[in-house]
């Protein structure tokens, strides 16, 4: 590298994410032969076409030396010059594996915003004292044997029996069908389903519940009546309960399920929103068709929304456990104690026993469009992704679809599925979820509001009926990671409190699936 006077500055280009890095990661596509400028004074000969959200060396990086992104090992080098793209094939996957955990491991407290600084959003506070953001009739089905059911009376009843003008209150009548409740093996994979349903029906975005079965399956109405009514947590809200077989089949049981709407909404249309602090409120944290520049602009803006949130006392959760492998280090090392810091290596430990017993590795999660944008593996995936759950300490892990006991921020077991990471975080007590993508996602939710984050600007001006903010001004140099954070919490208090709905709620994604752990048909 030598000095030069007629090179561009790098950051026209391209953005070195940390002092340290040896690369740099373009926004802008190069041409072979572009000479840029480093904040060093040196200058770096790019020697390919690079895409954007893809990589150059910043200098020679010898053959078994690391090459670093956020400051942290991405991969090792098979023989990189200086200004050569980076690329699946003169970089491996192999990082070192970290698990350093000191002894009597403390991390301090997050610093808490006085209560009369703490933003405020209008909330349903329920019986129990926790705080929706919205109010739903559910209609809960049993099993895969009621779901077509169920679908079928949130649907007639959302178009025929439901108006907003007439019920001000209530936000709409929802189902979850899913394909599980029978023919499985007993143990986790029932626990965890009626887990994740008696949570949905419990959940405070939720007014009414309608649980419906078929009648003969595993998880019928008697095992999650049990469930759902004979644990720790209180359950008092409208209630109504249909069995298929003994009302008399498929329209006797869709037409009781229409009787119990009907006669549901004015009772659930009693609740209203009342102003309560953000410290109530249980953000999701979730990503999904990521690209090179979620962890540069999107992620760590809502890593400052998340902190924004915590330090007014309120609730984060973040999932997605494959895309924690090659930085679950980071977040021992934040845990706010050993033994928390112990549970995060355990979860990631768990997650990848888990996945070689069908033949998987936790490297086969990066999609194809993840690998397009620029995620060429997981590490350096994990190391963007965990930039969603801000800078405060860990509070707690807990199982998918568990409610976590502490406040601030707290990991859940979890797939990076979409379909199903999102519901398990809602299932454990998200009343809103933040979801950043680069390629576009349109992903919602049955129950709780998902927010889109764009992480450049591109894909936010083609698909803005879907995308409800861009962080790409971070990519583009006309904000910063600060200032799209802010707008990122501010709008979510928004969202929280009705005043505006997110994209995926006015095109009524209603998503809903759960993780079924180890499941074997039978």
Not at 83 to 99: C, F, K, Y
């Amino acid at each position: 590298m030598t000095p030069t006077l007629i090179a561009a500055p790098i950051t026209e280009y391209a953005i070195i994410v940390d002092g340290n890095d040896n690369v740099a990661v373009v926004k802008n596509e190069t041409a072979a032969g572009l000479d840029l400028l480093l904040p060093d004074g040196h200058a770096v000969h790019v020697n390919a076409v690079v895409p954007p959200g893809h990589r150059f060396a910043t200098r020679t990086i010898p053959a078994g030396e690391y090459v670093l992104q956020y400051g942290q090992p991405i991969g090792t080098s098979l023989g990189i010059e200086c200004g050569d793209a980076i690329t699946r094939e003169n970089l491996s996957n192999d990082v070192p594996v970290i698990r350093d955990l000191r002894a009597g491991l403390h991390t301090a407290a997050p610093d808490y915003l006085p209560e009369k600084e703490r933003a405020t959003f209008m909330g349903f506070r329920r019986d129990d004292g926790r705080v929706g953001t919205r109010n739903f009739v559910l209609i809960v089905p049993t099993s895969m044997c009621a779901s077509h059911e169920a679908q079928q009376i949130s649907i007639i009843a959302e178009y025929t029996l439901y108006n907003r003008q007439k019920y001000t209150n209530v936000d709409g009548v929802v189902a979850i069908p899913h394909n599980k409740g029978c023919g499985c093996q007993d143990g986790s994979t029932i626990d965890v389903m009626l887990r994740t349903l008696s949570n949905y029906a419990d959940h405070p975005n939720v007014g009414g519940v309608v649980l419906i079965d078929l009648g003969c399956e595993k998880t019928n109405l008697a095992q999650v009546e049990k469930y759902l009514l004979k644990r720790d947590k209180s359950f008092n809200k409208p209630v109504a309960k249909i069995g298929i077989q003994e009302v008399g089949g498929t329209q006797a049981a869709i037409q009781q399920g229409l009787k119990e709407v009907e006669r549901m909404l004015p009772e659930v249309n009693r609740a209203t929103r009342g102003k309560v602090s953000v410290s109530e409120l249980v953000l999701g944290v979730k990503c999904g068709g990521s690209d090179g520049f979620s962890g540069i602009s999107a992620n760590p803006s809502l890593g400052r929304a998340a902190d924004l949130l915590v330090r007014s006392g309120g609730t984060v959760l973040i999932t997605e456990v494959p895309e924690f492998c090659g930085a679950e280090h980071i977040l021992a090392n934040r845990a706010k104690d050993f033994e928390t810091g112990q549970a995060v290596y355990e979860m990631v430990d768990w997650y990848k026993e888990y996945a070689s017993k069908f033949g998987a590795v936790l490297n086969q999660n990066p999609s194809t469009g993840n690998k397009i944008g620029g995620l060429l593996n997981i590490t350096i995936k994990s190391l963007g992704a965990i930039a969603k759950a801000g800078t405060t300490r860990v509070e707690g892990v807990v199982g998918y679809a568990e409610t976590p006991t502490n406040r601030g921020l707290n990991l859940m077991q979890g797939p990076g599925y979409d379909q199903e990471s999102t519901p398990g975080l809602v299932a454990a007590g998200a009343t809103v979820i933040v979801f950043t993508t680069g390629r576009g996602t349109t992903i919602g939710n049955a129950i709780a509001p998902v927010i889109k984050l764009a992480s450049n600007s591109g894909v936010f001006e083609r698909m803005n009926n879907d995308l409800d903010l861009s962080a790409g001004g971070v990519i583009d140099s006309t904000e910063t990671i600060e200032e799209v954070g802010r707008r990122v919490f501010e709008h979510v208090v928004k969202v929280a409190g009705g005043e505006v709905l997110a994209k995926a709620e006015i095109h009524k994604h209603r998503e809903f699936q759960y993780w079924a752990q180890q499941t074997v048909s039978l």
